[in-house]
């Protein structure tokens, strides 16, 4: 069955470092691949996605991803975070149906 | 650039009663969506629909849940007898192909639906 993992519930960094946010998944054949973000009240916003090709994706707001098929791993990066940054990741896997699974979220909080 | 809508933003009702909350997909999509995000958990799928039926629907989407496209831009979730525990915010989607192909689901700000 299909299966996302984030293992971090909550990240702290500091506004203008770096950040990477775990993903791991779970899926018996190639993945599709996305990370979206909900700012608070808000909806989700897709930020990036992998579907095939090029295993570096880059996506919206400077963020990139890695799709490592070795370590089931599609780990979000971006090299200098803002406080507009603060909000809850979310890396979702999809393709062998209709649906989207999403992993638990990962809330990043930016300190000044 | 094209947006889901969802209306209400915030809808209240009282245990037992019954809740449409609506969604305008984009408008060239074909696949929609429902997702619910009960507070402080993961996004889980509802149902998807395609070409006016269900084209797959999770355990939690029984027979207290409906969905129809009732004219060419709605898309509206049905719960016909509400329960405490389906306080969730509700998640619209659309695609302009299905899961699996490579476009992805855009999805609506939600509609935070709360049972007294």
């Known amino acids: 069955a299909q299966s996302v993992t984030q293992p971090d519930i909550h990240i702290t960094v500091s506004e203008g470092a770096s950040l990477e946010l775990r993903c791991n998944y779970s899926?018996?054949?190639?993945?599709?691949l996305f990370w979206y973000v909900q700012s608070p009240g808000q909806g989700l916003q897709l930020l990036l996605k992998?579907?095939?090709?090029?295993?570096l994706v880059q996506g919206i707001k400077g963020f990139e991803a890695e799709f490592k098929r070795s370590q089931s791993s599609f780990n979000l990066r971006k090299p200098s975070v803002h406080w507009s940054d603060a909000a809850e990741y979310f890396c979702?896997?999809?393709?062998?149906?209709?649906?989207?699974?999403f992993g638990k979220g990962t809330r990043l909080h930016i300190l000044p | 650039e094209p947006e889901v809508t969802q209306t209400p933003s915030h809808q209240v009702t009282q245990m037992g009663q019954e809740v449409i909350l609506r969604c305008v997909p984009i408008?060239?999509?074909?696949?929609f969506y429902w997702y619910r995000q009960i507070l402080g958990q993961k996004v889980e799928f509802l149902v998807s629909?395609?070409?006016?039926?269900?084209?797959?629907k999770s355990e939690i989407f029984d027979d207290q849940f409906s969905v129809e496209r009732p004219d060419g831009s709605n898309f509206t979730l049905k719960i016909r007898s509400t329960k405490l525990e389906d306080s969730a915010m509700y998640f619209c989607?659309?695609?302009?192909?299905?899961?699996?192909?490579?476009?992805?689901?855009?999805f609506g700000d939600g509609t935070r639906l709360s049972i007294l």
């Open positions: 989607a659309s695609s302009r192909q299905g899961a699996r192909s490579n476009q992805p689901q855009h």
């Open positions: 899926y018996g054949a190639t993945p599709y």
């Open positions: 992998y579907f095939s090709g090029d295993t």
């Open positions: 979702a896997v999809g393709g062998g149906d209709d649906k989207i699974i």
């Open positions: 408008s060239n999509h074909l696949y």
């Open positions: 629909f395609y070409n006016n039926e269900i084209s797959e």
